[in-house]
């Protein structure tokens, strides 16, 4: 299973970006997928997960209600939407996978997942 992020990029504080995650050696039908970010120097943070059999979307406190996660009808791809950016949502952005079943409380951890994309870099300027 290989995970490809894209969309990265400068943007001005406000503005949004819509990251890409597209799959190869399975789909987005089962699992649980994630979006994480991280900051040189600092620990890879959670940012929005995405349950494929419950549906439930999760979101970290400082992203919830500006940063959507979303598949495409085909579930080979998955989106994060961030709207409103803030200069403190720049970091590298990573998409994950988790191929099995987790319990809600555990689709936070970067631990619980299996597959990783290889991070695409989000600035926001002031």
């Known amino acids: 299973v290989q995970l490809q992020a894209s969309g990265g990029g400068l943007v001005q504080a406000g503005g949004s970006l819509r990251l890409s995650c597209a799959a190869s050696g399975r789909t987005f039908s089962s699992g649980v997928m994630g979006w994480f970010r991280q900051v040189p120097g600092n620990e890879r943070e959670f940012v929005a997960s995405?349950?494929?059999?419950?549906?439930?979307?999760g979101y970290a406190d400082s992203v919830k209600g500006r940063f959507i996660i979303s598949r495409d009808n085909a579930k080979t791809t998955m989106y994060l939407q961030m709207n409103r950016l803030k200069p403190e949502d720049t970091a590298v952005y990573y998409c994950?996978?988790?191929?099995?079943?987790?319990?809600?409380?555990?689709?936070?951890?970067?631990?619980?997942?299996?597959?990783w994309g290889q991070g695409t870099l989000v600035t926001v300027s002031s």
């Open positions: 995405l349950d494929a059999w419950t549906k439930r979307e």
């Open positions: 994950a996978l988790r191929g099995g079943r987790i319990i809600a409380s555990a689709q936070n951890r970067a631990g619980s997942f299996d597959y």
